[in-house]
């Protein structure tokens, strides 16, 4: 446990993306759109008596996260490069909608970080007056100012929202309506805000020795195919069989389970032949898969499929694009993706 105590001034860049902490009712036609940042800050006062000095930058056109795509992604992770030795932690605000995606990507795209970059957002427009921004986004400026012997002591990508610190890339949005929008079932909260701040040490990713590096290349030719009983085979061979294919994520059932059926097993056992990455992850949002457990799984591990393990959905697309980005090759992909690389998966 670590409690917060700020001392020092700490630089912290603020990077904003869009979303609903920065948006405001249109009267005339009822609906939330974004504006500029500036107008933020002046809603948040507080901002300025946290003892950090607070820089922002943002998109050129806030955007609603669902407009999120890969360039968006790199523009970002290219924002911290830019600016890493700078300052001491980076807090970006988006979308709550795709947050996981991009958080996720973005803690593949960051190699060896040794600096906080944790993203929040809110379920509520700063003006809304039971907004739940304001404690979003002071909590994150303060846990991306979080230093310990002179170093920062979040030295990886995390996902602050209501009272919780979560590993980014263990995290998925569960909730359209309750602040309590996130849960990162397989994993515990990193850190959680109540009349102290609490950093659970032991939860932190360790720090690396390596050079921070970042990559600026994900591919886009991957789907996410979930299946699901009375399933058409023209659904799946329509998806396997696109051109330029790379990879899917096949969401399965319970421990990973699929049905036995013969078109189904010859379908993904051709796409394989072919060169195509097929991820098993489960559709429930918490354990794992478990291939060979079941004689539901069985054929798919001798096929074989690439065990996501306790992996999310948002985290395993991420992953997949951005392996196939690095062009890893097809001999070691499916040993390279059931490698955890930044905390994303269970070790075996
Ligand atoms: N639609 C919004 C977005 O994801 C919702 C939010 O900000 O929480 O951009």
């Not at 991957?222 to 069989?241: D, R, T, Y």
């Amino acid at each position: 446990m670590y409690l917060w105590n700020m001392s020092e001034q700490r630089k912290i860049m603020l990077i904003y993306t869009g979303g609903t902490i920065g948006m405001v009712k249109d009267f005339s036609t009822g609906t939330l759109k974004t504006f500029d940042f500036d107008k933020l800050v002046e809603h948040i006062p507080e901002l300025h008596h946290l003892g950090c000095s607070i820089d922002s930058i943002s998109f050129k056109q806030p955007i609603d996260s669902s407009n999120m795509n890969t360039d968006h992604w790199i523009s970002i992770a290219s924002s911290i490069e830019k600016h890493y030795t700078d300052y001491d932690g980076f807090v970006i605000l988006h979308g709550s909608d795709t947050m996981s995606y991009t958080a996720s990507a973005m803690s593949f795209l960051l190699e060896n970080l040794k600096k906080p970059v944790i993203f929040t957002g809110s379920q509520l427009p700063i003006g809304d007056l039971r907004t739940d921004a304001k404690e979003n986004l002071i909590t994150s400026v303060q846990l991306a100012a979080l230093q310990k012997n002179g170093e920062p002591l979040i030295r990886e990508v995390g996902l602050y929202f209501e009272y919780k610190l979560y590993r980014a890339n263990r995290t998925t949005k569960v909730n359209a309506e309750h602040f309590e929008a996130f849960s990162s079932m397989n994993y515990p909260a990193l850190a959680e805000s109540g009349v102290h701040l609490k950093v659970y040490e032991e939860y932190l990713l360790p720090s690396s020795k390596d050079v921070f590096s970042v990559h600026k290349s994900m591919d886009r030719h991957v789907a996410i195919l979930k299946i699901f009983p009375g399933m058409h085979p023209s659904v799946v061979n329509g998806i396997l069989e696109l051109p330029d294919l790379k990879g899917i994520i096949l969401e399965t059932f319970g421990a990973g389970n699929a049905p036995t059926e013969a078109w189904l097993l010859e379908a993904l056992q051709g796409a394989v032949n072919r060169g195509i990455h097929i991820v098993n992850v489960t559709q429930c949002s918490g354990g794992r898969v478990l291939m060979g457990r079941y004689e539901t799984s069985d054929a798919l591990l001798k096929i074989p499929l690439i065990d996501g393990r306790d992996i999310t959905t948002e985290a395993a697309i991420t992953k997949l694009m951005y392996l196939l980005g690095k062009d890893v090759a097809m001999s070691s992909f499916k040993s390279k993706f059931e490698t955890s690389i930044r905390g994303e998966m269970a070790l075996i």
